[in-house]
């Protein structure tokens, strides 16, 4: 392809840009009444992105190719690549909380990024293995981080006590939200997913009596050392785990102590998702994934594949909200938004559906990178999106596009 067909997409590219980006960057609101301020220059400097990205773009592939070969013949084989790469990130994340450079700020922000990781995992479930579009799976986080919040807060349940049954009654909703959508597929799956997710935010927003409305919930209990609380100071008859092991109180510890707790329930979960994988339910969801039809001429049933798909699923994601709730210690429905759902679906697709590896690079480059970049805060989505189109331009089928299959069948 010569440069003047480049030149001419690039620059219908620039003109596409400019004239999007002057109503909705091009005009400001003004505080102090003189009605609108103009923004030309971000005008102009998004067409010259748009410019510059599609010329870009035309160069790119080619050699990102390249790469790829180049890094298939040198590369160790997947059976090996993956387990030894598995491997190392469970090292670096057991050893974190005590290299030098950590602090206090790094492990809460892994404590973020395994909770979104979870929740990768548990969309992985109905996405990407059962192939079924799932749009409002923040509903399910909620459920978990509720029912945690609300139970601790009304009967004193503790982070453990709470733990499987906030599961249990994500698993629950799971279902609920399964059996009215047995019949459908694709877009309108996904339609309807997105409004039981829009539903749970507002019943949670409306519902003040109970959910606290738009207050939230607040003295969420955390998660406790054998029924010993990691405080520097406890009520009366209850020994603090400072006290017992005649340690002084750092608040380092809690936030280390919650940091491994769910680093072990991350690891679980991993672990359940990849036995699940190989058992008859699993094989069953990507049978399904492939074609319905086919599943049901093979006497499987898709009603008890779709629900066991959306009952799992629900539950992990129930989990990761009982984390999420102990983490802040408060939770509003604000935290459960379609932005939210939006973020987690993209960790999957970014990640490689059914990649479980895939799922922890990306889960961890979309929890953090925010965190990194307070100052491009209102530019957040920009970059989002332009992350987004990239890795669908060069990667479509996510980070790691291939992953060991379920069964593996030796020659004879």
Same mark, same amino acid.
């Not at 995992?121 to 978990?144: D, E, P, S």
């Not at 997710?197 to 209990?221: A, F, H, K, M, Q």
């Not at 608040?251 to 359940?272: D, E, G, K, S």
């Not at 996510?398 to 992953?403: D, N």
């Given at each position: =392809? ?17 004239? +999007?980006? *002057? ?33 870009? *773009? ?46 206090? %700020?790094?492990?809460? /922000? ?5 909770? &979104?990781?979870? /929740?990768?995992?548990? +969309? ?21 981080? &509720? ?14 006590? =709470? ?5 249990? +009654? ?57 029924? =010993? ?44 998702? +990849? ?39 629900? =539950? ?33 697709? /970014? ?34 999106? %332009? ?26």
């Amino acid at each position: =392809m010569g440069w003047a067909p480049r030149l001419k997409d690039a620059a219908l590219a620039a003109l596409v840009a400019f004239a +999007l980006a *002057l109503p909705l960057a091009g005009f400001q609101t003004a505080d102090t009444g003189q009605g609108f301020t103009t923004r030309f220059d971000w005008v102009a400097i998004a067409a010259g992105a748009a410019f510059a990205g599609k010329l870009l *773009l035309g160069l790119v592939p080619r050699r990102f190719h390249l790469r790829q070969r180049a890094a298939r013949r040198t590369a160790l084989p997947e059976n090996q690549a993956m387990p030894i790469a598995g491997a190392a990130l469970v090292a670096f994340a057991v050893l974190l909380p005590v290299l030098p450079f950590s602090s206090r %700020a790094l492990v809460d /922000l892994a404590t973020v990024a395994l909770i &979104y990781v979870m /929740l990768g995992w548990g +969309l992985n479930i109905v996405v990407g293995l059962a192939g079924l579009l799932n749009l409002g799976y923040a509903a399910f986080y909620a459920v978990g981080a &509720y029912s945690f919040a609300l139970a601790a807060h009304w009967y004193g349940l503790t982070f453990w006590e =709470m733990l499987p049954l906030a599961g249990l +009654l994500a698993a629950v909703s799971g279902i609920l939200l399964g059996l009215p959508v047995l019949r459908l597929r694709g877009d309108y799956l996904a339609i309807v997913t997105l409004g039981f997710g829009e539903i749970v935010r507002i019943v949670l927003n409306n519902w003040s009596p109970v959910t606290g409305g738009p207050n939230g919930v607040n003295d969420v209990p955390r998660p406790t050392f054998f029924g =010993m609380p990691i405080a520097a100071r406890a009520p009366e008859g209850v020994t603090t785990f400072n006290d017992f092991f005649h340690l002084a109180y750092n608040p380092m510890q809690r936030v280390m102590f919650l940091y491994y707790v769910c680093l072990a329930a991350a690891l679980v979960i991993n672990w359940f998702s +990849l036995r699940i994988r190989r058992l008859p339910v699993g094989r069953a969801w990507e049978a399904l994934r492939e074609d319905e039809i086919a599943c049901r001429a093979l006497g499987l049933n898709p009603t008890t594949i779709k629900l066991s798909a959306f009952a799992i699923s629900a =539950m992990i994601g129930g989990f990761a909200g009982v984390f999420f709730a102990a983490r802040a210690g408060f939770v509003s429905p604000e935290s459960f938004n379609f932005q939210e759902s939006a973020t987690i679906l993209a960790i999957v697709v /970014l990640g490689g559906m059914g990649s479980q590896l895939g799922i922890v690079l990306a889960g961890v480059v979309l929890a953090t990178l925010p965190e990194f970049g307070r100052d491009l805060a209102q530019f957040r989505m920009l970059f989002f999106g %332009a992350a987004m189109v990239a890795i669908m331009i060069w990667r479509p089928r996510g980070f790691f596009s291939t992953r060991a299959p379920s069964v593996r069948l030796d020659p004879p």
